[in-house]
Every structure is written in structure tokens, then in C-alpha cells.
């Protein structure tokens, strides 16, 4: 009795088989695929970057140099603090990557801190003049950008 299952249905006894038993054959595989874009991998764009501390409260790009007891230049706030520093951690015991013995209570407020580090950025930079609008002067009135349009589509 060759059909001895109770229902006709295919199933995972007779993937890949043919009605005698017999797997079909394999196609062989020619390789690897070849890629979509046959010119070559895309090359990354290069921005420009700027590495530069910034207060931790408004964000002001802190000079070079800059003496970390005092305070920021904008909106006087502590820079020798937790929140300025690179081992400061919300979610980690006392709130610092680093061992230190007691938790400091108030984060904005100014310390002794012997592992303090000045949190650095990474951030793009925005004055450099890449774009090819960069290059045209703004139009100062109308007429400037109605001609600045007919020159696009002249003939």
C-alpha cells in the first residue's frame, strides 16, 4: 500500500520529490550575484567635521583653550560639572562611568571632581561652501530672481 496517508495533500513528506520518490535535480549555481550597480560601490560622501566641546546647557561651541573652572561666556553656567563631563552616565550608580566613592547630588553645580573630562562633539560642519548654491550671490529683489529663473530655462 503505497498511499498510506489518510489525505492526498502534499505535504513536508513529499517536498522536493517527484511521484516516484526521486528529488529532482539541482540546478547548479553559477557564484556569486553581481552586484546591481556594475559602475563600482558608491563612494562615501566626505563631510567636513568639527570636534569641539559645547556647554551643556546652551549649546555654545567653547573656544579652544578653554578654562574649565570658570564658566560659559554665554549663559554663565559651570563648566567644571558632571553634566560637562565625557564619564557622565544617567543610568549607572552615581550617575558616573568612573569609581567614584560618594554621589554628587547636584549635576549642574560646580566640583572637585578629579575624573572630570570635558565632553567633546563630533558635529558637521556648517561653514564650509560645498553647495553649488554657495557659489551664486541671493537674489537682492524680484526682478534679481525672476532673472536668475529665465536664465535656467534659456535656449
Known amino acids: 500500500m503505497d498511499?498510506?496517508?489518510k489525505y492526498r495533500q502534499r505535504g513536508y513528506y513529499e517536498s522536493g520529490r517527484?511521484?516516484?520518490g526521486?528529488?529532482?535535480e539541482e540546478k547548479p549555481r553559477s557564484g556569486p550575484r553581481p552586484p546591481l550597480d556594475i559602475t563600482g560601490p558608491r563612494l562615501p560622501r566626505l563631510v567636513q567635521t568639527v570636534v569641539a566641546s559645547r556647554c551643556y546647557s546652551c549649546a555654545t561651541t567653547l573656544p579652544n583653550g578653554t578654562d574649565f573652572k570658570s564658566v560659559c561666556p554665554k549663559c554663565s553656567a559651570a563648566l567644571h560639572c558632571c553634566k560637562q563631563?565625557?564619564?557622565f552616565e544617567?543610568?549607572?550608580r552615581f550617575q558616573?562611568?568612573?569609581p567614584i566613592p560618594a554621589r554628587l547630588p547636584l549635576k549642574d553645580q560646580a566640583n572637585e571632581c578629579n575624573w572630570f573630562e570635558a565632553r567633546v562633539t563630533v558635529a558637521r560642519d556648517a561653514t564650509s561652501s560645498t553647495s553649488p548654491t554657495a557659489s551664486s550671490p541671493a537674489p537682492r529683489n524680484s526682478s534679481d530672481a525672476r532673472a536668475a529663473f529665465d536664465n535656467l530655462f534659456k535656449k
Do not use: E, G, W
Open 85 to 87: 563631563c565625557a564619564h
Open 90 to 92: 544617567p543610568s549607572t
Open 18 to 20: 517527484d511521484n516516484q
Open 22 to 24: 526521486h528529488r529532482p
Open 3 to 5: 498511499d498510506d496517508r
Open 96 to 98: 558616573c562611568l568612573k
